[in-house]
């Protein structure tokens, strides 16, 4: 070890470039060994092969800004925009390097030093701050988009090209943008719903954003499957957005701002877990502590909070789930949400439901866990790419030859579904939500 | 610094987009696997054909910088950290496997083709391409080659360089070679492409090389043993092969090792014992049979308290993707991992595992330590933080202790990982002097301008002008000068 014959990065004392509050944690920074273990796990570094699209890559330049090596330049701004936040790195980190908190503290950074390529800027403006930082927005903008699926004007711009030309990224966003449903789930469901017969447990649910208007069928389908299951369920009606797609962007304040709004909400109702069928929103939901540490007003209820989250599957099995009774006849793969698999930590959970259900024959998807490219809005913002991820996990879903194709994530699901019709392949994309509730069904 | 002129006529021999000269590109090409380490490259290269390449080391020995070649980055003594005045020679998306011959057994490959993506193209056609670096999955064949990497699977396989049946080689005077080929035997003068092997980069960039393969092993079993003692698990390694018999694999870990890797990848390994083995064995299936129970017997002599068999493959897979994290879980104790490579003869595998003890006492330094102990091959990890400068210069003493007495033991500073920068001050004390001057002579003669990888293994600082130094008198004189330093 020929310390003294090379050069040792000496710890000088240059200008960090992140600055205020919310910067990433120089121990885990320092945690990790550089060793590259995590590379073959990142979706984006087997896009490209450069290490600055690599876990290990992007450590070291969030390194290199702390340490005034590098400042917050446009190719940092695009790296750390270009990292699906999949985590699929922490899963695979044998050190136990953090990297998710690592990107979104830097990404907070590049958001407090406003360094965002315009039409991100615009996009994730236009989507975070308007449309989903209020549900009356976002259901003003969901009626919009109603509308105009319904009526002619999506076919007349879509044939004609009109609209691609205009603006091809928001084209192709059309396209991605899930169905908008005829009628928006809080407004089809009261607070409080009640079993039949005795409660044997009581729940909050949280309704979604992009799920309460776009994938009402599943919130209800998970409504359902909790009553089947002796669940008393409140579904808060002062709820918001849990806050995760905004975090995930950077933008801290309205992420914070949100979480202590839903923990108001939901404090006020007595139950013992908060269920949740949509991975984004749980993993960011059992960070709420996290987020709120330093709020002395906040902090304790938010661990609180956080403690009492459970996704859907998780939940299920805890309580010993009812099997259904009829055989239920299907091939089924499932994908693992990276919000799941890897920031959840969550794989067994789900697979275990569908084996207890009769009939069904559940086949491996080979890289279950290897991200669809749908990350949030990533799809919108890095379409080829994103892509390219999606052709990569459907040629995995085709060689299963699975009738359903089963997630827990409504992005993977409008994902997905959008890769079905893109590459023309068969099967169809469902909620485990929506599967076990049919189960349950077919021998009532 | 390289001149800017001579950095376009880089980017038009590879292409604009093959180009990367952007501070976030440097810096991300700054370092490998070694902790310590690193320093900025002027550019970063991605060449697509032996003919570019040869055109940029023309260049190289016109215009005087160096080229630092570069697989996956995964190596732990730092041979593709870039050196004053280079380029990195990005090699790893040369990554197709060219042809897989399953007649004369062997496998063309190009040298950024990932270890693990070779063992699974072979096996699929019943074939074993043996050397496993924990770094497999990671790491390119190329990497392999230059360090000559070895593996869980040494003790019965061998490492790398018992599988390179020919490289095709770009010079450092721009002319390509292959060498070697699918015959067998051949004896047709100086066997160069040994010589190439192990070479960190510093002889030859390698554009393809050919492997040799056997036939997949039939079976295999594997199993784990604990000790309550880290000297009878090493004295049971040393009666294993006594025994005459030969595992694919014996495995050590010490108990810092098994808390790190149980908190990764929880496995329910028992974290109050102080060491455990790691053993394979594979062939026929009698064979396999009758050496596991051998195994288990001579284990359990040397006071094992519990033997694990893996119950099935997916099982098996899952113990030694553990073993292969073991030094990237260390760093959940502290976050720089220093991790060495000393490996002595196997008999001595007991009391160097003491002495490593007792220098860590000695500094005060957490270790870690685990390794390839059928091969005698020990990585002693000092777990520390590069912040702590007094611990690090601590740990600097207590390796070099180390060293000294692997030296001591007839053993040698570095089995696997390579010389590069971190041991190369050590290499004249396991090597010698005139051995030294050798390799010296044999790099100046076919590299005269020091353009590849210069700096690594030993100094390049022409201090004298006339001949090299033959004898140990005019040796000594050029080591008063400082040239090997
Ligand atoms: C977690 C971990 C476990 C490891 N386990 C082992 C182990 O069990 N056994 C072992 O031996 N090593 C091990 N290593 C070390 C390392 O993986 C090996 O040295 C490996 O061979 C390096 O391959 P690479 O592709 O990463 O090469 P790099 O690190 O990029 O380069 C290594 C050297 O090869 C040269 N080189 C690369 N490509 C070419 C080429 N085409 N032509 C000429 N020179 C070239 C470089 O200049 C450099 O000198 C481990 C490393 C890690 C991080
Ligand atoms: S993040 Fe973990 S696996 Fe990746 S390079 Fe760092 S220490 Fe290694
Ligand atoms: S989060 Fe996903 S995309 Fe980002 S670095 Fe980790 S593995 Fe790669």
Request: aromatic share 8%; proline share 5%.
């Amino acid at each position: 070890m020929a310390f003294t014959d090379v050069h040792i990065s000496t710890v000088e004392k240059k200008k960090n470039g992140f600055v205020g509050v919310d910067i990433p944690s120089y121990d885990f920074i320092t945690n990790c060994i550089h060793c590259g273990l995590c590379l073959p796990a990142c979706p984006t570094y087997t896009l490209t092969g450069l290490e600055k699209s690599s876990p290990r890559g992007r450590i070291r330049l969030i390194k290199a800004v702390a340490d005034g090596d590098l400042e917050i330049t446009q190719g940092f701004v695009d790296e750390m925009h270009f990292c699906l936040d999949c985590q699929a790195c922490e899963t695979a980190c044998p050190a136990g390097v953090k990297y998710g908190s690592l990107v979104e503290f830097a990404r907070a950074q590049i958001y407090r030093q406003q360094k965002v390529s315009w039409l991100e800027k615009g996009l994730k403006w236009f989507f975070f701050e308007k449309v989903l930082s209020s549900k009356r927005n976002l259901k003003r903008a969901a009626k919009a988009l109603r509308m105009y699926q319904r009526g002619g004007v999506e076919r007349i711009l879509n044939k004609t090209g009109i609209l691609k030309m205009l603006a091809p990224k928001m084209a192709k966003l059309q396209h991605l943008s899930p169905r908008i449903n005829e009628k928006f789930f809080d407004e089809s469901f009261p607070e409080v719903v009640r079993p039949v017969g005795n409660a044997q447990h009581r729940v909050a649910f949280l309704s979604g954003c992009i799920m309460n208007v776009a994938f009402a069928d599943v919130n209800r389908d998970t409504i359902e499957v909790l009553l089947h299951n002796g669940c008393e369920v409140v579904v808060p009606r002062m709820q918001e957005c849990c806050g995760s797609l905004q975090a995930h962007n950077g933008d801290f304040e309205t992420a914070r701002k949100l979480a202590r709004h839903n923990i108001d909400v939901f404090l006020q109702h007595d139950f013992e877990a908060i269920v949740i069928n949509s991975a984004g929103c749980g993993a960011f939901m059992k960070e709420y502590g996290h987020y709120l540490a330093d709020d002395r007003q906040y902090s304790e209820r938010a661990s609180l909070l956080s403690r009492k989250v459970k996704d859907l599957t998780e939940f299920l099995v805890s309580i010993d789930f009812k099997k259904p009774g009829h055989p239920f006849n299907k091939r089924v793969a499932y994908h693992d949400a990276c919000h799941l698999a890897h920031a959840q930590r969550i794989t067994t959970e789900p697979r275990a439901i569908l084996e207890a259900i009769p009939g069904i024959d559940l086949v491996d998807l080979p890289e279950a866990s290897w991200c669809c490219g749908s990350a949030g809005i990533y799809n919108v913002v890095h379409y080829e790419d994103s892509m390219q991820l999606l052709s990569r996990k459907m040629k995995n879903v085709e060689s299963t030859h699975a009738e359903l194709i089963v997630a827990s994530n409504p992005g993977c699901i409008a994902q997905m579904k959008y890769g079905l019709d893109l590459f023309e392949c068969t099967g169809e994309i469902i909620h485990l939500a929506t599967l076990l509730n049919r189960a349950y069904a077919s021998h009532d | 610094m390289i001149n800017p002129s001579v950095l376009q006529k880089l980017s038009r021999i590879v292409g604009k987009e093959n180009y990367l000269d952007s501070q976030e590109d440097k810096i991300t090409y700054s370092y490998d696997g070694t902790p310590l380490i690193s320093q900025l490259p002027e550019a970063v290269i991605i060449p697509h054909s032996k003919e570019e390449i040869a055109q940029i080391v023309t260049l190289a020995n016109e215009v005087a910088f160096a080229i630092v070649p570069r697989g996956s980055g995964s190596g732990l003594s730092g041979g593709s950290v870039p050196v004053e005045n280079s380029i990195v020679l990005l090699m790893s998306h040369w990554n197709k496997i060219l042809e897989i011959d399953t007649e004369n057994l062997t496998a063309l490959v190009e040298p950024g083709v990932i270890t693990a993506d070779v063992h699974s193209a072979v096996e699929k056609l019943g074939l074993f391409y043996p050397p496993d670096p924990g770094s497999m999955n990671i790491c390119t064949i190329g990497g392999n080659v230059a360090e000559n990497a070895g593996g869980l699977r040494g003790l019965k396989y061998g490492v790398t360089k018992h599988y390179v049946m020919g490289l095709e080689v770009v010079l450092p005077n721009g002319e390509i070679i292959f060498s070697g080929g699918k015959s067998v035997k051949d004896v047709a003068g100086y066997n160069l492409k040994d010589f190439f092997v192990g070479s960190e980069g510093t002889l030859g960039i390698f554009t393809k090389i050919l492997l040799k393969l056997i036939p997949k092993p039939e079976t295999s079993k594997t199993m784990l043993a604990y000790f309550q003692s880290r000297k009878e698990a090493a004295e049971a390694v040393s009666a294993i092969v006594a025994a005459h018999i030969v595992p694919a694999t014996i495995e050590f870990l010490d108990q810092t090792t098994i808390k790190c890797v149980e908190e990764y990848a929880h496995l329910g390994l028992p974290t109050s014992i102080e060491s455990l083995l790691l053993i394979e064995v594979d062939g026929r299936p009698s064979v396999v049979e009758e050496d596991a129970a051998k195994i288990v017997v001579l284990c359990k002599r040397h006071n094992c308290i519990e033997i694990k068999i893996a119950q099935n493959a997916v099982e098996a897979i899952r113990l030694k993707t553990a073993r292969r994290a073991a030094f990237s879980a260390l760093a959940r104790v502290k976050p720089t991992t220093i991790l060495e490579d000393v490996t002595v003869p196997r008999t001595e595998l007991a009391p160097m595992l003491e002495r490593i003890d007792s220098i860590a006492g000695k500094y005060n330094l957490l270790f870690g330590t685990f390794g390839h102990a059928g091969d005698g091959n020990l990585h002693p990890t000092c777990l520390t933080d590069e912040r702590d400068t007094n611990e690090i210069h601590r740990a600097e003493s207590a390796f070099e202790e180390i060293f000294n007495e692997s030296i001591k033991m007839g053993g040698t500073i570095t089995g696997e990982h390579g010389t590069g920068l971190a041991k190369k001050k050590f290499l004249p004390a396991v090597a010698g002097i005139p051995a030294i001057a050798m390799m010296q002579s044999i790099k100046s003669s076919i590299d005269p301008n020091a353009i590849l990888n210069p700096g690594k293994v030993f100094s390049i600082k022409p201090k004298c002008e006339g001949s090299l130094p033959r004898n140990r008198e005019q040796i000594k004189k050029f080591e008063e000068l400082g040239a090997w330093t």
